[in-house]
C-alpha cells in the first residue's frame, strides 16, 4: 500500500525542523511512504526542505496583517488563491492525509483539504496559533507537544525533533564534542544560546558572570548570534556567532542557559540537560508555559528576563555545576519530562489517520 502524506510546516526553523523530523519519522515506518512538503518562496522552505531529501510544493504566501491595511482587503484572495493552490497539490499527488504544524503555510493547507482529505494538526507551544486554532477546529486529530494549550481534543505527544538529537551519546562523544569547540576536556562546560540571533540580555549576563565563572572553573560555550556581542577574552570562554554542530554543544555541556521556546525545551530535555531558563519577555508569555512541565518536574530552572543578571547566573549556576550528583538528578528529571519518541508517535497517528482514510479508496 502506497501511503501519500502531506506536510504543512515552512516559513520559519522552528515549524520546518518538526515537519521534516515528523516526514523522517514516516519514512521509517513505511519506507514506500510519498512525503511531500507545502512551502512558499518566503522563509527557509526553500533551503531547508529539498536538502533532507523532499519534494517541495509551492503555495503562495498569506501573511495576515497586523493592523488595517490595503492587505487586509487583499488578504480574501490571497487565502482563496492558495487554497487552490492547495487543491491542485493534494489532487496531484492522491493525498491521504495533510499534518500541519501551525504557521502561514498551514492555514491554506487545512482549509484546502477540509471536506476532502482528513487533518492532523501538530502544535507545539503552549498557546496555540491561530492557524492551529482553525486546523483543529474539523481536523481528525490533534497533537500538542504541551498539555493546555486549549485546542480540542488534544493528544500530547511531545515536539518531533532529529534523530541526531534524540539518539545522541552524551558520555560517549563528550572527548570529540570538547576537542570540536576547543573546550577544556575536564572542568564543568555551561551552554549559552538564545536562538540564531542571540540574545541580548542572556549575552549581557554572560558577559558580566565569566569572571566568576572563570575563577570557579567553569568554561562557557556561548552563542552569541549573528548580530550580538561576544564577552571579553577570558580562559576557558569559546565565543561563536552560530553553532551549526548542536549535537556536539549539547555533547560537550553540563548545564545550559537558554530562551525556552519549544525546540529548545524539547531538545535540551531529550538529551537530558538540566537547564536555567529564561523566556522572552514579549509576547504572549508562552515560553513561560513551554518550560514549566520540566520546571516542575525538577529539570529546570525558570528566571524572567528582568532578573537575569551576571550575579543571578553565578548565583544560580555555580551550586549547580560545581555539584555532580545535582547536575545528574536534574539531567534526569530534564530527561524524565521529555519526549524524545514524539517524532514516532506523531508519526503513527498520522499514519493511523492514512490508513483509515485509504480504507474507503481501496489498495493503491
Known sequence: MTLSVVVAGGGSAGHIEPALAFADAVRRAHPDAVVTALGTERGLDTTLIPARGYPLRLIPPVPLPRKPSKDLLRLPGRVRTAIGAVRDVLRDVDADVVVGFGGYVSLPAYLGARGRVPVVVHEANARAGLANKVGARFAAAVATAVPGTGLPHEQVVGMPLRRSITGLDRAGLRAEARAHFGLPADGPVLLVFGGSQGARTLNSAVAAALPGLAEAGVAVLHAHGKTGTAGPETAGYVPLPYI?????????????????????????????????????????????????PVVANGGGILVPDAETTGERVLAELLPLLGDPAR???????????????????????????????TAGKGVR
Open 327 to 357: 547536575l545528574a538528578a536534574m539531567g534526569a528529571a530534564a530527561r524524565a519530562s521529555g519526549h524524545a519518541d514524539a517524532d514516532e508517535r506523531l508519526a503513527r497517528l498520522a499514519l493511523d489517520v492514512a490508513l483509515g482514510a
Open 244 to 292: 551549526e554542530r548542536m549535537d556536539l554543544a549539547y555533547a560537550a555541556a553540563d548545564a545550559v542557559l537558554g530562551r525556552c521556546g519549544m525546540t529548545t525545551v524539547a531538545e535540551v530535555t531529550a538529551v537530558g540537560l538540566p537547564a536555567m531558563y529564561v523566556p522572552l519577555p514579549h509576547g504572549n508569555g508562552e515560553q513561560a508555559l513551554n518550560a514549566r
